[in-house]
């Protein structure tokens, strides 16, 4: 059975910074993609940023040049320096980790989710 665990998040005062980090257990098959998601009560989830197992990454402009996303598909970990946070951050971080499904589809997956509040 595949999890994920995110772990890191907290409350920091705006301009301060976090690392979330993400670790997967169990088996993942063509596993290619790790990456982060947010998400506001009473909104969509939100793409913040991927990385990819051919050393791509991508970012949403709303954290480009803050954030920055590391990821080690040996270990199926991905990690996310949040710096510069601003209020708007506010929200809970989702791990995701995309792999390939039987018939070769998209197949992703979800942790649990990790609240980041900043305030001041």
């Known amino acids: 059975q595949v999890q994920l665990v995110e772990s890191g998040g907290g409350l920091v005062r705006p301009g301060g910074s976090l690392r979330l980090s993400c670790v997967a257990s169990g088996k993942i098959g063509g596993l290619y993609a790790m990456g982060w998601y947010r998400q506001v009560v009473g909104r969509q989830r939100e793409f913040i940023a991927t990385?990819?197992?051919?050393?791509?990454?991508d970012y949403a402009d709303s954290v480009k040049g803050r954030f920055t996303i590391s990821g080690d598909f040996v270990n199926k970990t991905v990690y996310q320096q949040l710096n510069s946070l601003k209020l708007a951050d506010t929200a809970v971080y989702y791990c995701?980790?995309?792999?390939?499904?039987?018939?070769?589809?998209?197949?992703?997956?979800w942790g649990p989710g990790t609240q980041v509040t900043v305030s001041s």
């Open positions: 995701s980790a995309m792999g390939l499904g039987p018939n070769g589809t998209p197949r992703p997956y």
């Open positions: 990385s990819t197992n051919r050393d791509t990454t």
